[in-house]
């Protein structure tokens, strides 16, 4: 890959014998390298074209950054040989808080959360001009994360079971029906970096249309990370609040709706990751995914059923 930071060189000639370590990142088709001496505070990534969304990364950062939103900087794309050059937003993810005393880690999420909903006030018609969003959350895309949790965590006689207990389609229905803001898609704690104090966000490519609670329930049910019942709905009223959310009861129902479909969606993932793609570190997530997505369900009498299906699913699922 040295054509990499050859180019690097020859579009920010100060990089110039600079040095690049590799950086691991979750199961995309990227590779990235943080720089050291003369390529300080710079980061080179070279996407695939596995995903069309990789080649709105830049686009989208310049959409975002120009609208005030904290991103790293774009300081150069090639689109033809899949290259970016942008600004280093830091070592460390929110991730590697997680066991910080809770006022510390609270005052992460609040501006995590007040970067969000700056996110989700941008003007959805400008970003649509831009031709930088993905495909909207409509209900096709709600049932197409349905059956991803059937097909890579359920399988196919606990799917059929599944459909006809609870109002998976029901549901696909009424979130689609709902006011849509420009969201992130992939809101959890790895994608929120912490740098002197403050936080950037990152892996906003598959930016679109869709609902505020399901980046807000992202974060707050991200299986990476523990937080309590209490720390979570401190957190959704500090969301609420800079939104405008005066709407608490119809709020919270989002917020649980947006919640088991994003952990149907996380379980699909990690099924498909750790055996579809041979990465079995991402099964270990299983477990608190799974718990989580049975105690929401076990709130509402209508999901009711499905808890002890998914319980038993992660069980058989890592026998």
């Known amino acids: ?16 014998g600079g040095e690049w370590t590799p950086v691991s990142h979750g199961g995309s088709d990227r590779r990235f390298w943080r720089g050291s001496g003369r390529a300080a505070g710079l980061v080179a990534v070279h996407y695939g074209a ?10 989208c950062a310049d959409f975002l950054h120009r609208h005030g939103v ?16 942008m600004e280093d937003a830091g070592a460390k993810d929110l991730w590697s808080h997680r066991e ?12 995590a959360l007040a970067q969000l909903a700056r996110m989700h006030a941008l003007d959805l018609r400008e970003a649509d001009g831009g031709q930088v969003l993905s495909e909207p959350f ?35 229905r009424q979130l689609a029906a709902r006011p849509r803001v420009l969201v992130h898609r992939d809101f959890q704690s790895q994608n929120v970096m912490v740098k002197d ?16 609670g399901y980046d807000v329930a992202s ?61 079995p570190a991402f099964l270990q997530y ?12 076990e709130k509402n009498k209508e999901w009711h059923p499905l808890a002890p299906t998914v319980r038993e699913a992660a069980r058989n699922f890592l026998s």
């Open 100 to 111: 910080e005393r809770w006022t510390v880690r609270r005052e992460l999420y609040s501006q």
């Open 70 to 85: 904290r991103v790293p900087a774009v300081l150069a794309h090639d689109g033809r040989w899949r290259r970016i050059l």
């Open 1 to 16: 890959m040295r054509e990499i930071f050859e180019w690097v060189e020859s579009v920010c000639p100060a990089a110039s």
């Open 219 to 279: 974060l707050l049910y991200d299986p990476y990370v523990a937080l309590s019942a209490e720390e979570r709905g401190e957190l959704s009223d500090v969301y609420a609040a800079l939104a405008g959310r005066q709407d608490s009861d119809v709020w919270q129902a989002e917020l649980e709706a947006c919640a088991r479909q994003r952990l149907m969606q996380a379980l699909g993932a990690y099924g498909f990751l750790g055996v579809q793609k041979g990465k």
């Open 50 to 59: 596995e995903k069309a969304e990789n080649g709105r990364y830049a686009p």
């Open 197 to 212: 104090g403050q936080v950037t966000l990152i892996d906003f490519q598959g930016m679109r249309a869709g609902l505020g």
């Open 286 to 297: 299983i477990p608190v995914a799974s718990e989580r997505l049975a105690v929401l369900c």
């Open 138 to 172: 409509d209900q096709d895309l709600y049932l197409w994360e349905q059956e991803y949790f059937f097909g890579n965590f359920l399988g196919a006689e606990k799917a059929a079971a599944a459909r006809a207990a609870v109002p998976m389609v029901v549901q696909a």
